[in-house]
T-cell receptor, first 112, second 113 residues
Framework: RKEVEQDPGPFNVPEGATVAFNCTYS??????FFWYRQDCRKEPKLLMS?????NEDGRFTAQLNRASQYISLLIRDSKLSDSATYLC?????????????WGAGTKLIIKP | EPEVTQTPSHQVTQMGQEVILRCVPI?????FYWYRQILGQKVEFLVSFYNNEISEKSEIFDDQFSVERPDGSNFTLKIRSTKLEDSAMYFCASSELGSSEQYFGPGTRLTVT
């Protein structure tokens, strides 16, 4: 079974607040994990790759918990421009090959 | 900054017609992908392409679909006989050798009437 599950959303958050998204995946052999953001009717854009030790890029922090098979994304000091859909993406091994499986996304709305 | 480009941005076609969607991947990337996204739904993998052949494909990528790299820069997706349910955004992506980080083009909106 190949599955990536995300918080349903939408998250309505005031500007300046901290918001966190979680994503769970079903394949324990998965090796690579990513967060993408997608604006309405636009292409997904790579936000962060998620490393096993966790990683930070400015206001964004990604963490991986292999034992519980989940990935998280934390956004601090949220800006209006952070409003988008955040997509969790996991590399699944299928019949010896790897394929990116996409979550349905969590919509984030930052309010002034 | 190098980017993936796609043409056309919007294609309208009648059911049963053939369409070719075009992509120019980032020049030093060696892996190429096609995805589709039906309006309001999740991104779905169609096919990946490496070294002039398909490396993986999903159940969606049936005999109606084909991909080609006709020259050193273009990567195309052909749908032989379009159906209404083929209406979607089609995204091309590319990645470097040894990397799973994929970079997406702006997409082609396909409308089948």
């Amino acid at each position: 079974r190949k599955e990536v599950e995300q918080d349903p959303g939408p998250f309505n958050v005031p500007e300046g607040a901290t918001v966190a998204f979680n994503c769970t995946y079903s394949n324990s052999a998965s090796q690579s994990f990513f967060w993408y953001r997608q604006d309405c009717r636009k292409e997904p854009k790579l936000l962060m790759s998620v490393y096993s030790s966790g990683n930070e890029d400015g206001r964004f922090t990604a963490q991986l918990n292999r034992a519980s098979q989940y990935i998280s994304l934390l956004i601090r000091d949220s800006k209006l421009s952070d409003s988008a859909t955040y997509l969790c993406v996991v590399n699944f091994a299928i019949d010896g090959n790897y394929q990116l499986i996409w979550g349905a996304g969590t919509k984030l709305i930052i309010k002034p | 900054e190098p980017e993936v480009t796609q043409t056309p941005s919007h294609q309208v076609t009648q059911m049963g017609q053939e369409v070719i969607l075009r992509c120019v991947p980032i020049s030093n990337h060696l892996y190429f992908y096609w995805y589709r996204q039906i309006l309001g739904q999740k991104v779905e993998f169609l096919v990946s392409f490496y070294n002039n052949e398909i490396s993986e494909k999903s159940e969606i990528f049936d005999d109606q679909f084909s991909v080609e790299r006709p020259d050193g820069s273009n990567f195309t997706l052909k749908i032989r006989s379009t159906k209404l349910e083929d209406s979607a955004m089609y995204f091309c992506a590319s990645s470097e050798l040894g990397s799973s980080e994929q970079y997406f083009g702006p997409g082609t909106r396909l409308t089948v009437t």
